[in-house]
């Protein structure tokens, strides 16, 4: 399956409206008739999914979930796709904003939707699991601090958020970010660039496309989205975008912290409005998380993981890191990972299911 294969949801449709734009979600259902875990009051749990795409590029359907989607229908669960506004012009402040959206949405009106489209079932709002894979790890995240009702399990796939303090993002970089991938020059795309990129307007899906054949480069990125994480990082200035603190520059402040010998306090040094964008700030309010992380991670650093690990094991949280040996980002997306890694994805699934 390509980025933006998916089957055939039940239906869509818009949770808010803002910034002049429709923001969307998907409902997957079970096939009618299907009686597992369905309530008495025709109510079933559900999965609410967050695509990744570096929260710049993506929609509600690329790159989509297979393992969990699957296991999910089997359940009997119920399986949400859902936009959000994306980095620029956004900020991650407009992301908690929809997250919050989302799930008053799913509480109050998501049962009338799904009806009125001839299902007699609905969703358990009460019974939510959150997930995300990549950047959606970090939508996953911002769930667990910010999403009422609250959810009662998460799961992340190669998330991305655990640990934003450090050189990755903050430092100044004169070569490529990531391996065997070329320095990408923000002249070539100053409307991405601050402050530039304040004039462009909101948008909360934008599909991954690539070159065809007769490009110099097959298959290269041909949607500009797809390069701009690239940028970001390369200037060490992402959570100026991520924050929307630009002047003074965040990350001008944090990145003078990295070379200190000592181990650094960085809340104090986060303005308090911020601070419900970062996970590391926030573990205390984590539902019981599945964390699973390839170790060989070049986009997302395997650290990332482990840090939020040991921050929820450090506030009692119920939590379980899979160190996937020498596997890359996107290894789940591999025609052979139902076989390699379809006990780790059934134990992540029996993980979170026991918790609603």
């Given at each position: ?61 690329a790159w989509f979930p297979y393992w969990i989607y699957n296991r999910a229908m089997v359940a009997g669960y119920a399986f949400i796709t859902a936009n959000y506004r994306l980095l620029v012009p956004s900020s991650a402040h407009d992301i908690v904003a929809d997250i919050k959206d989302l799930f008053i949405f799913i509480k ?108 110099y480069i097959p298959g290269y990125p041909s949607n500009p989205r797809m390069l701009v994480m690239r940028i970001y990082l390369q200037a060490g200035d992402y959570l100026d975008y991520y924050t929307g603190q630009h002047s003074p520059s965040l990350s001008e402040g944090l990145r003078d912290h990295l070379t200190a010998k ?95």
């Open positions: 399956m390509g980025e933006t294969d998916h089957p055939p949801c039940y239906c869509t449709c818009a949770y808010k409206e803002v910034d002049g734009i429709k923001v969307e979600l998907d409902v997957y259902l079970p096939p009618e008739g299907t009686e597992t875990n369905l309530s008495q009051a025709h109510l079933r749990p559900a999965i609410v999914y967050f695509h990744g795409g570096g929260l710049i590029v993506g929609e509600k359907d109050n009106e998501i049962n009338h939707v799904i009806r009125l489209n001839g299902r007699p079932e609905g969703v358990d709002s009460e019974k939510l699991i959150v997930a995300g894979n990549s950047a959606g790890g970090t939508c996953a995240y911002l769930a667990a601090i910010n999403a009422d009702p609250k959810p009662k399990a998460m799961l992340s796939v190669y998330g991305m958020g655990g640990e934003l303090m450090t050189p990755h993002y903050l430092s100044l970089k004169e070569g490529p970010v990531y391996p065997n991938r070329e320095r990408i020059e923000a002249k070539d795309y100053p409307e991405f660039v601050y402050p530039k990129c304040k004039e462009l307007n909101p948008t909360s899906a934008s599909t991954p496309t690539y070159h065809g054949d007769d490009y000592e181990t650094v306090d960085w809340k104090p040094l986060i303005p308090p409005e911020h601070l419900c964008l970062f996970a590391q700030f926030n573990a205390s309010k984590f539902p019981p998380s599945y964390l699973i992380h390839g170790t060989a991670d070049t986009l997302v650093d395997f650290s990332e993981s482990l840090t939020l690990y040991n921050l929820l094991v450090a506030r009692g949280v119920p939590v379980v890191l899979k160190a996937c040996e020498g596997m890359e980002h996107s290894f789940d997306y591999d025609d052979t990972a139902e076989d390699k890694w379809g006990s780790m994805f059934d134990e992540a699934f029996e993980f979170v299911s026991k918790y609603i």
